[in-house]
């Protein structure tokens, strides 16, 4: 199965800062990279699909890029309500695999 | 409105079975193929496997974690998705969710709200 890791495993910024998240395959995925957000006690939601795609009604701080085997999830302008913890999922393979998550915190 | 609402999930014993389903509205569901992922308390995600559609057969996929134990299945007549857990283990202790894959980058856009599964004697 192809492995993903994540870096940093947590972070905090203040409101306005830009972040930046990086997601690793342990091969080549193309583009076949999704990015998404839980809140304690939700289910996640779709941010980004397609490594640089912004799903429907996400907000435009949002955004996703990359190929191969590296990736980035930037938040241009943090807010409050993005405090959360980030996953990347690799879709290429059938079996697909999660990174290990991302906390971001607000300070 | 797309919805998934999982059920089944309780307090079971070690060596136990227990059947979660998930209940689709607001889509045509037999067009999707559908996924189990899981997460322990206070964990990750973990994929756990998937039930694609009619035009494929309703061939299925699993996590190396789960295969021979679990099984995935579908009534697309009753827009149900099912996952019959065999011979659990402590270390499958976590809420499952059920998603639905679109052809956005084969994402999982929709979720349920996931149901708890507890392994304990």
């Known amino acids: 199965d192809i492995q993903m890791t994540q870096s940093p495993s947590s972070l905090s910024a203040s409101v306005g800062d830009r972040v930046t998240i990086t997601c690793r395959a342990s091969q080549s995925i193309t583009n076949y990279l999704n990015w998404y957000q839980q809140k304690p006690g939700e289910a996640p939601k779709l941010l980004i699909y397609?490594?640089?795609s912004l799903q429907s009604g996400v907000p435009s701080r949002f955004s996703g890029s990359g190929s191969g085997t590296d990736f980035t999830l930037t938040i241009s302008s943090l807010q409050p309500e993005d405090s959360a913890t980030y996953y990347c999922?690799?879709?290429?393979?059938?079996?697909?695999?999660f990174g290990p998550g991302t906390k971001v915190d607000i300070k | 409105e797309v919805q998934l609402v999982e059920s089944g999930g309780g307090l079971v014993q070690p060596g136990g079975s227990l059947r979660l389903s998930c209940a689709a509205s607001?889509?045509?569901?037999?067009?999707?193929?559908m996924d189990w992922v899981r997460q322990a308390p206070g964990k990750g995600l973990e994929w756990v496997g998937r039930s694609r559609n009619r035009a494929k057969s309703y061939t299925t996929e699993y996590a190396a974690s789960v295969k021979d134990r679990f099984t995935i299945s579908r009534d697309d007549s009753k827009n149900s998705l099912y996952l019959q857990m065999n011979s659990l283990k402590t270390e499958d202790t976590a809420v499952y969710y059920c998603?639905?894959?679109w052809g956005g980058g084969n994402s999982f856009d929709y979720w349920g709200q996931g149901t708890l599964v507890t392994v304990s004697s």
């Open positions: 998603a639905r894959i």
């Open positions: 607001g889509f045509t569901f037999s067009n999707h193929y």
């Open positions: 999922q690799q879709s290429y393979t059938a079996r697909f695999t």
């Open positions: 397609a490594a640089s």
